[in-house]
């Protein structure tokens, strides 16, 4: 009796488990199924045309008395403003930096030779903030003119024309759009391939915004590398990763 009622049990333990484990894995299953996802990103790209350009230019005069380098220094700077004037550019356009000094003797580092070197460098920057890009850009060429009444800029490191395009905020919509279509483009075709259809849209991903130089090679010269500010003209790119469950 004792027996038959211990196999009783067991047997309903077994059937009782079988019976959950059928319900578990079909339950599975259907999770399984519903959670069928793919992933995939959308890309757009747009060129456009700088809106500001930013000249910086550096005046240098050097004299051993300091006196007598702060008029020259004055004469230099009213040249190149009277140069940029008569070229077109506002007074509003044009930013006058502080002077700089520098003195030789004071610098401990500098070996000063008072026979071949001037004690006193002085610096003057001028900077041109325009949204009349294509002009600066004109007017920067035209420095050869400069040297004809004895001013001779810097054209090294960071004092060249750089333009920025900073609009983006009015195509970021558009782009924003024609990205996540794309992105619903491919993932459509994945489910055609597989057999299935395309099911809600479950998680969107907005990538960085970049803006780099058309022609980046425009940026590689003697100074250095200025990667996306020497080309006037634009590319602006956004990815965006988005994710559809598939049916």
Same mark, same amino acid.
């Given at each position: 009796?004792?027996?038959?009622?211990?196999?009783?049990?067991?047997? #309903?333990?077994?059937?009782?488990?079988?019976?959950?484990?059928?319900?578990?894995?079909?339950?599975? /299953?259907?999770?399984?199924?519903?959670?069928?996802?793919?992933?995939?990103? #959308?890309?757009?790209?747009?060129? &456009?045309?700088?809106?500001?350009?930013?000249?910086?230019? /550096?005046?240098? =005069?050097? %004299?051993?008395?300091?006196?007598?380098?702060?008029?020259?220094?004055?004469?230099?700077?009213? $040249?190149?403003?009277?140069?940029?004037?008569?070229? #077109?550019?506002?007074? %509003?356009? @044009?930013?006058?930096?502080?002077?700089? &000094?520098?003195?030789?003797?004071?610098?401990?580092? @500098?070996?000063?030779?008072? %026979?071949? !070197?001037?004690?006193? @460098?002085?610096?003057?920057?001028? /900077?041109?903030?325009?949204?009349?890009?294509?002009?600066?850009?004109?007017?920067?060429?035209?420095? %050869?003119?400069?040297?004809? &009444?004895?001013?001779?800029?810097?054209?090294?490191?960071?004092?060249?024309?750089?333009?920025?395009?900073?609009?983006?905020?009015?195509?970021?919509?558009?782009?924003?759009?024609?990205?996540?279509? !794309?992105?619903?483009?491919?993932?459509?075709?994945?489910?055609?391939?597989?057999?299935?259809?395309?099911?809600?849209? $479950?998680?969107?991903? /907005?990538?960085?915004?970049?803006? &780099?130089?058309?022609?980046?090679?425009?940026?590689?010269?003697?100074?250095?590398?200025?990667?996306? =500010?020497?080309?006037?003209?634009?590319?602006?790119? =956004?990815?965006?990763?988005?994710?559809?469950?598939?049916?």
């Amino acid at each position: 009796m004792e027996k038959r009622s211990l196999i009783v049990i067991i047997m #309903g333990l077994v059937l009782a488990f079988g019976l959950n484990a059928a319900i578990l894995g079909r339950a599975i /299953q259907r999770f399984k199924k519903e959670d069928r996802t793919i992933s995939v990103k #959308g890309f757009s790209e747009r060129e &456009v045309k700088s809106d500001l350009a930013v000249w910086t230019i /550096q005046c240098r =005069v050097a %004299d051993n008395d300091l006196s007598e380098a702060s008029k020259s220094i004055e004469l230099v700077k009213n $040249k190149v403003v009277d140069f940029l004037s008569v070229n #077109g550019i506002k007074s %509003d356009e @044009i930013i006058q930096k502080d002077l700089t &000094v520098s003195d030789k003797m004071a610098q401990e580092y @500098i070996n000063y030779d008072s %026979d071949r !070197n001037f004690r006193y @460098i002085v610096d003057k920057v001028i /900077q041109v903030r325009s949204g009349d890009v294509d002009k600066i850009l004109s007017v920067s060429r035209m420095t %050869d003119d400069l040297l004809k &009444v004895g001013v001779v800029l810097n054209n090294r490191g960071d004092y060249f024309v750089k333009f920025y395009f900073t609009k983006l905020n009015e195509i970021k919509p558009e782009m924003l759009t024609e990205a996540t279509q !794309n992105a619903r483009k491919a993932a459509e075709t994945f489910a055609d391939e597989s057999n299935s259809s395309l099911g809600k849209l $479950k998680r969107a991903n /907005q990538g960085l915004f970049s803006i &780099v130089d058309r022609d980046e090679s425009l940026g590689q010269g003697d100074g250095g590398y200025f990667a996306n =500010v020497a080309d006037i003209y634009k590319k602006v790119r =956004v990815v965006v990763s988005v994710e559809y469950s598939i049916e």
